[in-house]
């Protein structure tokens, strides 16, 4: 990247939020499919991969090594790491793959790898919710614990696209206390010197 356009994303970083974001809900959509694709290719390879190392450590593709070590599987392999990757990229690009395919930025008011960190955690944390119920449910913990644990998978998950499509600045909770939001490229053209 030239050091012009980089000058140009750093200073775009550090413009205002806005109350009325005119992203439509066709875009953010499109955004998040073009995202689940690319996780969802990720996951597949990470399973395929995991099948092979399985079936050499342990002469199974899938061996049960019970319930613990499915929970940090699932978590050192994928709600981490997808969560660093995308606060890198958030950072560092302005956004993942599918902000960037659609047209889309992410500012911040003041950019730090910290606030792109806690935005990305939170944004991916009912889907870590989601694998700790799961696990449970298959290990035949049917208990209140694990029911909560879904529950608010779901409540957060939904909480999170009402408020990304529904409200005016087009902001969830995550960006609100990373103090950030998703805009189009040419909200930034107009308001870069």
């Known amino acids: 990247m030239s050091n012009i356009a980089r000058i140009r994303l750093e200073e775009a970083s550090f413009i205002e939020l806005m109350s009325v974001n ?4 066709k875009q953010r959509l499109t955004e998040l499919l073009v995202d689940w694709i690319l996780i969802c290719l990720y996951l597949i390879t990470l399973f395929l991969v995991m099948l092979v190392i399985n079936y050499v450590a342990f002469g199974k593709a899938l061996p049960d090594h ?7 599987i ?4 994928t709600t981490i790491p997808v969560s660093i990757i995308f606060a ?3 950072f ?3 956004g993942s793959l599918g902000k960037h395919f659609t047209g ?8 730090t790898f910290g606030k792109s960190l806690l935005r990305n955690f939170l944004k991916f944390l009912p889907w870590q919710l989601g694998h700790v119920s799961v696990i449970r449910f298959m290990y035949g913990k049917t208990d209140f614990l694990t029911i909560i644990l879904y529950l608010l998978s779901i409540g957060l998950l939904v909480t999170y696209l009402v408020m990304g499509l529904g409200r005016q600045d087009k902001r969830h ?5 990373a103090s950030s ?5 040419e909200a930034l053209e107009d308001k870069a010197p």
Request: proline share 8%; no cysteine.
């Open 173 to 177: 909770l995550p960006d609100f206390l």
């Open 66 to 72: 019970g319930e613990l070590y499915s929970q940090l």
């Open 181 to 185: 939001q998703v805009v189009q490229v």
């Open 88 to 90: 890198w990229l958030d």
């Open 22 to 25: 005119p992203v439509s809900k």
């Open 74 to 77: 699932a978590t050192f392999t």
């Open 92 to 94: 560092r690009w302005q």
């Open 104 to 111: 889309l930025r992410l500012v911040f008011k003041r950019p």
